[in-house]
T-cell receptor, first 112, second 114 residues
Framework: QQQVKQSPQSLIVQKGGIPIINCAYE??????FPWYQQFPGKGPALLIA?????SEKKEGRFTISFNKSAKQFSLHIMDSQPGDSATYFC???????????FGTGTRLTVIP | NAGVMQNPRHLVRRRGQEARLRCSPM?????VYWYRQLPEEGLKFMVY????????ESGMPKERFSAEFPKEGPSILRIQQVVRGDSAAYFC????????????FGQGTRLTVV
């Protein structure tokens, strides 16, 4: 059973565009929603995270939007750059839990 | 402060052989997590260990897989009698306080079973 569903599987945008990656979760007890960025051959690196007490969080060009009632959250990348080309994973967990539940990943390509 | 170190980076094993994957956590971290990433899939939790203890192995396959984190030395994920379906990237993460929300990931070991 996939606890976190992620879409799209892949995404291609022009430089300067705003790619949006969506995730939906099942467990209403989840209270921490991070996004990870993974470059080829590297491990996932934490990009930005949100808790359900806010509907939006922005760090630089990266923004998370969170809809608690719909059990959905999304990542927006403003003014995307070729260097943002990577695979992005959403995840969810409970505070104090032993593990993260990951989405299946979105491969983003930003064309110069 | 070096990050989470995993070795080897790439490992090729023939079916039936044993694979040993090593993970040295970040300095000051005594909590280690292992995840497996199958091709075109997200990471899936396998096991969580503290020094000398397995805390949660709910994601570990029941057979052939084992993990340890001794008092001295790295954490080891061991796969006995490997099969083609074990081919994957295996990631280790470590945290200082034992919460998954504060874990840092290593670069992974890519296991190929031929």
């Amino acid at each position: 059973q996939q606890q976190v569903k992620q879409s799209p599987q892949s995404l291609i945008v022009q430089k300067g565009g705003i790619p949006i990656i969506n995730c939906a979760y099942e467990n209403t007890a989840f209270d921490y929603f991070p996004w990870y960025q993974q470059f080829p051959g590297k491990g996932p690196a934490l990009l930005i995270a949100i808790r359900p007490d806010v509907s939006e969080k922005k760090e630089g060009r990266f923004t998370i939007s969170f809809n608690k009632s719909a059990k959905q959250f999304s990542l927006h990348i403003m003014d995307s750059q070729p260097g943002d080309s990577a695979t992005y994973f959403c995840a969810a967990t409970l505070t104090g839990a032993n593990n993260l539940f990951f989405g299946t990943g979105t491969r983003l390509t930003v064309i110069p | 402060n070096a990050g989470v170190m995993q070795n080897p980076r790439h490992l090729v094993r023939r079916r039936g052989q044993e694979a040993r994957l090593r993970c040295s956590p970040m300095k000051g971290h005594s909590h280690v997590y292992w995840y497996r990433q199958l091709p075109e899939e997200g990471l899936k939790f396998m096991v969580y260990l503290q020094k000398e203890n397995i805390i949660d192995e709910s994601g570990m396959p029941k057979e052939r897989f084992s993990a340890e984190f001794p008092k001295e030395g790295p954490s080891i994920l061991r796969i006995q009698q490997v099969v083609r379906g074990d081919s994957a990237a295996y990631f280790c993460a470590s945290s200082p306080l034992g919460t998954a929300t504060e874990a840092f990931f290593g670069q992974g070991t890519r296991l190929t079973v031929v």
